[in-house]
């Protein structure tokens, strides 16, 4: 089992910016990938930005060159830097955890950015 417990959510004004964290804790070892994936009201969840234990990035189109995700393994952390946030960016965000071998996949509880003047 992985735990995953993420912070830094909140309230910020178009234009600003947030920065999510994330920790793990539990069976973390292996080939994996962390990532933030978000969810509006009445939407299905999407991506935002994963990263891989080797470093490997992907991000949605809507995000690229205003988020950056990135992790620090000794710590067991994955963070998501947003910046010129956009009302559109208004979601509860989940951290992601996926192992490849074995397919097993983890989330966060989420937490709540809200973007709005």
């Known amino acids: 089992q992985v735990q995953l417990v993420e912070s830094g959510g909140g309230l910020e004004q178009p234009g600003g910016s947030l920065r999510l964290s994330c920790v793990a804790s539990g069976s973390i070892y292996g080939v994996n990938r962390m990532g933030w994936y978000r969810q509006a009201p009445g939407k299905q969840r999407e991506l935002v930005a994963t990263?891989?234990?080797?470093?490997?990035?992907n991000y949605a189109d809507s995000v690229k060159g205003r988020f950056t995700i990135s992790r620090d393994d000794a710590k067991n952390t994955v963070d998501l830097q947003m910046n010129s946030l956009k009302p559109e960016d208004t979601s509860v965000y989940y951290c992601?955890?996926?192992?490849?071998?074995?397919?097993?996949?983890?989330w966060g509880q989420g937490t709540q950015v809200t973007v709005s003047s």
């Open positions: 990263i891989t234990s080797g470093g490997n990035t």
């Open positions: 992601n955890y996926y192992k490849f071998i074995g397919g097993a996949n983890y």
